[in-house]
């Protein structure tokens, strides 16, 4: 509780201090006569960026905020005399059976996405950092996933994991395995959406990762090789530990695209059956949107639900960086 | 206040947007219906995106337009799309004059407070089927008339059920029905397709089932609707009916019946432009109920309303326009291109003459009843999503059909 009000009172000042000391230096420089017409100006560069911010960040979260605290039915949403409810809404989520397994299942679908993303990420982007003949043309290759539209993406997964006529099944069945109701099977469904939803984020790995050791300069590996370090020990003593900035921001960013992640389960299952790969993101728009009667208020506030732990890991983000800056 | 204000602000926006694009705006004057930018047109939404100015829809638009001496300005809209944008319309002040909708949806515009009744709009309801006019009721009041109407049937292929040895004259209760699967599976054929996902589709392909087990939906798990929910789990049990139904939609589910594999699919009218493509010999039979009979299908189609708007003299106007929309010779034409079956019986009896295939249908939805029937309204949209959800657990094997419906009901009050 005490971050979130501490660090947005901070990065404003930072963000003013900023735009004082650049908007007073030039008038001491050039025009000393006039500070006022220059800070003027300088609010006018201003206006455009707060503008837009304002319109299109502060305002949707506000309204967010405040759709989560009324009690919204489709009359009220008309009318616009929804009442204040305050938390009633954050009951109702809680409450909900639903609540305890989307919980689960977001926890279980971002931990082992991240996880499996990383770690596959890493060990191509160690392997493609040895620039073997092809490796350009290989790299490309790896990042096709991210090149597809989501769209299409989860519906070939969902063709391919089909029951009956799926491809993977019948791979399966060439092979002698049993047919896996991978898509429709309430024990299976959370799996195939994360399989697909880490074949998706691996490329984003690599890239980020393979960038990072771009910078870790190679006389220390020259060195290491020297001093009679193997391959395995020059990775975890030299690799990971000069990769864990860019590591720590690549799981950041990760953590915020899998919590959210609601295109490829949607496609792939609707979060279904009953519920079993239902998570806050499928969860949230079921309340607003999947149904003919909307609940507006419960939807907004799985939303926010999510944007409050996404926060806290950007907090423990910015918390651990800086450590790492002191030290 | 609130209202007021924000209303003040879309009018000064459109204002402007309209001044800066230099269309016509001719001053439109002060008032609640300055909103329109475009005065003198009547505006008309429907959910036909895939008709376009040169349609036979637009021209009959244009031309009750004309009849009613305005001028029309048509916007088309995706269906889901539709209930979204008209409520977030009727939040402005904006509403289309006329609004042609989803029959489920219009319970909850109604609810919403969006819809003139028949008593204030004056339109004429007496020739329509009293079962499909009752999807457009709550609370004893009328919210518009019925476009046309869709409803679900069994198609099934002649060759495989010629292959399996089955007489489709046998099939008449869900017994012979189950029979006739078992039949078709041991000639090394598929049995059925229908679409159990999780979303209204869902409800919608089961509810013919449901009701035809005689079922009420205000009591998810009596014996009845159990033993629906088993007749579907017993056939995915036994292979007659494919696992992929609980992630099918209509149309992957038609998909699967086109292949040719399958000898029976549930699926509705708007599919027999596709089954003349098919390349083989269909047939059409209305869902059964449990102990013979027809089982009464869910009706499908749109409604015609006539959204509340700030100046009352608008909907005389509107009137005609809708009136104009729903006689006899116009429904006619209408319901051809979509594929429906008329509201009227005077109607439908021209359209069998025309085409006899379309008998079953006729048939089909006569027997039909809206979802949101029996003055459930606003109350269906929940009832539905527990239904869809009991079916899925059931089906997927989460839970007995016994338990998911206990689940369901309990979640549903």
């Not at chain 2, 300055?34 to 429907?46: R, V």
């Not at chain 2, 609370?139 to 019925?146: A, L, Q, R, S």
């Not at chain 2, 949101?372 to 959800?389: A, C, F, H, N, V």
Request: net charge neutral; proline share 5%; with cysteine.
């Amino acid at each position: 509780m005490n971050h979130t009000t501490q660090v947005p009172d901070r990065l404003p000042v930072r963000e003013e201090t900023g735009a004082a000391t650049a908007a007073p230096s030039p008038p001491r420089a050039r025009a000393p006569r006039r500070p006022t017409s220059q800070q003027w100006a300088a609010w006018a560069f201003l206006a455009p960026v707060t503008l837009y911010l304002a319109l299109f960040y502060a305002y949707p979260l506000y309204r967010n905020l405040d759709l989560s605290l009324r009690n919204y039915t489709v009359r009220s949403f008309v009318q616009g005399d929804a009442p204040f409810t305050g938390l009633a809404n954050y009951r109702t989520v809680f409450d909900d059976p639903t609540f305890a397994p989307a919980l689960l299942h977001t926890a279980v679908f971002t931990a082992v996405c991240l996880v499996f993303q990383y770690a596959i990420g890493l060990a191509l982007a160690v392997f493609f950092n040895q620039h073997f003949r092809l490796s350009a043309t290989l790299r490309a290759l790896f990042l096709v996933p991210w090149l597809l539209p989501l769209i299409v993406s989860a519906s070939t997964w969902s063709w391919m994991l089909n029951s009956d006529s799926g491809i993977v099944n019948a791979a399966l069945h060439a092979v002698g395995v049993d047919p896996v109701n991978w898509l429709t099977s309430p024990s299976w469904s959370l799996t195939s959406v994360i399989i697909a939803n880490i074949w998706i984020g691996v490329p984003f790995n690599l890239v980020v990762l393979y960038s990072g050791l771009q910078s870790i300069p190679g006389a220390l590996y020259e060195a290491a090789a020297l001093d009679g370090a193997g391959a395995w020990r020059r990775f975890w003593s030299i690799t990971f530990p000069l990769l864990r900035p860019v590591s720590a921001i690549t799981l950041l960013l990760g953590l915020v695209y899998t919590l959210k992640v609601f295109d490829i389960i949607w496609i792939m299952t609707k979060g279904g059956p009953a519920d079993s790969s239902t998570t806050f993101a499928t969860w949230s728009y079921q309340l607003g949107f999947g149904n003919l009667l909307p609940a507006f208020g419960p939807g907004a506030a799985v939303g926010n639900l999510l944007v409050v732990a996404a926060l806290v890991f950007g907090l423990v983000y910015l918390r651990v960086q800086r450590k790492q800056y002191e030290s | 206040m609130n209202r007021s204000t924000r209303r003040r602000l879309t009018a000064a926006a459109m204002t402007v947007v309209a001044v800066a694009t230099g269309t016509t705006a001719c001053s439109s004057g002060s008032g609640s219906t300055s909103a329109k930018a475009d005065g003198g047109a009547y505006t008309i939404w429907d959910p036909y995106p895939q008709f376009d100015k040169s349609s036979d829809w637009a021209k009959l638009l244009d031309d009750c337009g004309t009849k009613a001496g305005v001028k029309i300005k048509r916007t088309a809209f995706d269906t889901s799309d539709l209930s979204n944008k008209a409520l977030l319309a009727a939040q402005q002040d904006n509403s289309a004059d006329v609004l042609i909708v989803d029959n489920p949806v219009v319970s909850t515009l109604a609810e919403a407070g969006v819809l003139t009744t028949t008593d204030d709009n004056k339109l004429d309801t007496s020739k329509v089927d009293p079962n499909l006019l009752a999807a457009g009721q709550s609370g004893g009041k009328t919210y518009g008339t019925p476009v046309g109407a869709n409803t679900l049937a069994l198609y099934y292929n002649k060759e495989v059920l010629k292959e399996a040895g089955v007489d489709i004259g046998s099939v008449k209760d869900w017994k012979s029905l189950t029979a006739a699967l078992a039949k078709v599976e041991k000639a090394g054929k598929k049995g059925i397709t229908f679409s159990a996902i999780g979303t209204e589709e869902g409800s919608f392909q089961f509810l013919p089932w449901f009701w035809g087990s005689g079922a009420q939906l205000t009591d998810l798990d009596s014996a009845e609707a159990v033993s629906a929910l088993s007749l579907w789990k017993g056939w995915l049990d036994k292979g007659y009916a494919p696992n992929s139904v609980l992630n099918n939609t209509q149309t992957t589910s038609w998909q699967e019946f086109a292949s040719g594999d399958y000898a029976f699919a549930e699926n509705g009218t708007w599919q027999l432009a596709g089954a003349k493509k098919a390349g083989f010999d269909y047939g059409v039979v209305p869902v059964p109920n449990a102990t013979g009979g027809n089982a009464a299908a869910p009706t499908g189609g749109e409604f015609v309303t006539i959204p509340v708007q700030g100046d009352t003299g608008r909907y005389a106007t509107s009137q005609k326009l809708v009136s104009c929309l729903t006689s006899s010779e116009n429904l006619l034409v209408t319901d051809t291109t979509l594929s429906y079956v008329a509201p009227t019986s005077e109607v439908q009896d021209k359209q069998v003459a025309a085409n006899a295939e379309l008998k079953p249908w006729v048939d089909a939805v006569k027997a039909a009843k809206g979802r949101t029937s029996d003055d459930l309204g606003t109350k269906y949209p929940k009832i539905s999503e527990q239904l869809w959800k009991a079916v899925q657990s059931a089906l997927s094997g989460s839970k007995s059909p016994e338990d998911a419906l206990a689940t369901a009901q309990s979640a549903a009050k």
